[in-house]
């Protein structure tokens, strides 16, 4: 079983940064491949970035390529997600997620490719 709490969340203005944190506990999460999903009021959950199990192929969504960057670091067992040149179309409740299973091969950038998630943080872009 993996628990997931994210943090980092808050009101920043239009061209402002952020860094959210996943600390994650439980099962040996280093093992898993690790995502980061937003979701806008009125619209469905979507996929952000993921990034492998051992730290490899980090995967972004178009509207937040060169934005965002994902990082992990799998001795505090926390995943990151530094947020740069924020826009107001950004705000949204950001969930922090682990891969159904260990060792993937890829990133999934899918919902039902994840089977553990946080509770998610506000991110609200705004003047």
């Known amino acids: 079983q993996v628990q997931l709490v994210e943090s980092g969340g808050g009101l920043v203005q239009p061209g402002g940064s952020l860094r959210l944190s996943c600390a994650a506990s439980g099962a040996t999460v280093r093992w898993y491949t690790m995502g980061w999903f937003r979701q806008a009021p009125g619209k469905e959950r979507e996929f952000v970035s993921g990034i492998l199990w051992n730290g490899g192929s980090p995967d972004y969504s178009d509207s937040v390529q060169g934005r965002f960057t994902i990082s992990r670091d799998n001795i505090k067992n926390t995943v990151y997600l530094q947020m740069n040149s924020l826009r107001p179309g950004d705000t949204a409740v950001y969930y922090c997620?682990?891969?159904?299973?260990?060792?993937?091969?890829?990133?999934?950038?899918?919902?039902?490719?994840?089977?553990?998630w946080g509770q998610g943080t506000q991110v609200t872009v705004s003047s």
């Open positions: 997620a682990a891969d159904k299973r260990r060792f993937s091969s890829r990133v999934s950038t899918t919902v039902p490719g994840y089977g553990y």
